[in-house]
Structures are given as structure tokens and as C-alpha cells.
């Protein structure tokens, strides 16, 4: 059975651009979620879809973050405009219900310059 | 805003030795998770924690949740080079949300 994938795997952009990454979670998994390691700090929560809905989103630094899980498949997380502090790698997480274990994508590393 | 201290932030040790690996939060959580992560891919649940003085063992490695689940050690005995990898600790409080330590780099050498 395939994991959870993320695509790209990295993305190098300039300062006001946009970029979407993408992330397919296991085929099944009803909740999604996104995180983000910002370099020399702790892994933190982004934002939780169960199916098409977004569960929580607290975790969103700002309006130019945008998630969307259309048709509860798969997720796209898009920046818009990027912004030097976006870099860091964001991973994508699927799990089968609320509290069940979360399987964790390999992430996407993405550069602002 | 609950916080997760991961000590020591780097481990660099001989195989054969053992280590013990701390997590410890002023906030209480419903459960605590141990996750391996290697480069370049996403973290690995190893275990999961839930009753306040729970103790669980996974080969070699030993978990342990503290009495007032605040806290918890991870302990590998007789590492081997294959443990090497970056160990992170996960609160979950409720709702699915887990706040992560900043994790421990675990390096073992041949």
C-alpha cells in the first residue's frame, strides 16, 4: 500500500512568488494534516481537514497560506506571496480517523530567496 | 501554548552503549508519541504512550510517561549503528493535534 506522497519533494522560489504543494495522503484516510519545521525550530501544526472540512486551522501563520482538500482526496497547500520566513520543510500527515495514528509524508522543502 | 524540551539536543556515542533520550512539557497531555525520523523522509511513529507511569519496550528501546504525564524518557540499551536518527517527542491534546519537541539527533558509531 502507498504511503502518504508530497509533491514537490523541493521547491526553490523567489521572494513574491506563489507555490502550491501538494500532498495525496493513504487512500481511506479521511483526516489530513499539515505541518511545518521552520530550520532550528520544533515541527508545528498547521492545519487538519477531516474529509473536505478544515477541523482546525489555528495553526496557519497568515492569509497567504491557503489549504484546500476538494473532494476530501488530495490536499494543495498554496503560499501566496512567499516570504523569506516560509522556508522550511512542510509535511503532510494522513491518519484513518481523529486520534488514530498519523502517517507522516517525506515532506517538501521549500526555499524563499 | 504548550511547549515539548527535548534533552540533549545532539548524541554521539560508541555502539554498545546506552543512552537515555528526555522529554518533559509543564502542560499535561492525553498521550505522548515517540517518532524516528531519517533524512529526507517524514517522522516514524515508534510508540505511543498513554497512561500516567506507563511503561513500554520495543526491542531495545524502553518508553516511559511520567506519573503526572508531563514528562517522558526514551532509553536504548546496547545501540547499534542503526539507531542513528533524529528522535522526536509528540504531545497529543486532544482533537488529533500533536506539538512536537524540537528533537534529539542521535548519532552511533561503528
Known amino acids: 500500500e502507498a504511503g502518504v506522497t508530497q509533491f514537490p519533494s523541493h521547491s526553490v522560489i523567489e521572494k513574491g512568488q506563489t507555490v502550491t504543494l501538494r500532498c495525496d495522503p493513504i487512500?481511506?484516510?479521511?483526516?489530513l494534516y499539515w505541518y511545518r519545521r521552520v530550520m532550528g525550530k520544533e515541527i508545528k501544526f498547521l492545519l487538519h481537514?477531516?474529509?473536505?472540512?478544515?477541523q482546525d486551522e489555528s495553526g496557519m501563520p497568515n492569509n497567504r497560506f491557503l489549504a484546500e482538500r476538494t473532494g476530501g482526496t488530495y490536499s494543495t497547500l498554496k503560499v501566496q506571496p512567499a516570504e523569506l520566513e516560509d522556508s522550511g520543510v512542510y509535511f503532510c500527515?494522513?491518519?484513518w480517523g481523529t486520534g488514530y495514528e498519523q502517517f507522516f509524508g517525506p515532506g517538501t522543502r521549500l526555499t524563499v530567496l | 501554548t504548550q511547549l515539548l524540551e527535548q534533552s540533549p539536543q545532539f548524541l554521539s556515542i560508541q555502539e554498545g552503549e546506552n543512552l537515555t533520550v528526555y522529554c518533559n512539557s509543564s502542560?499535561?497531555?492525553?498521550?505522548l508519541q515517540w517518532y524516528r525520523q531519517e533524512p529526507g523522509e517524514g517522522p516514524v511513529l515508534l510508540v505511543t504512550v498513554v497512561t500516567g507511569g506507563e511503561v513500554k519496550k520495543l526491542k531495545r528501546l524502553t518508553f516511559q510517561f511520567g506519573d503526572a504525564r508531563k514528562d517522558s524518557s526514551l532509553h536504548i540499551t546496547a545501540a547499534q549503528p542503526g539507531d542513528t536518527g533524529l528522535y522526536l517527542c509528540a504531545g497529543e491534546s486532544g482533537y488529533s493535534t500533536l506539538t512536537f519537541g524540537k528533537g534529539t539527533m542521535l548519532l552511533v558509531s561503528p
Open positions: 487512500s481511506g484516510h479521511d483526516n
Open positions: 502542560s499535561v497531555f492525553s498521550s
Open positions: 500527515a494522513s491518519s
Open positions: 481537514f477531516v474529509k473536505e472540512s478544515k
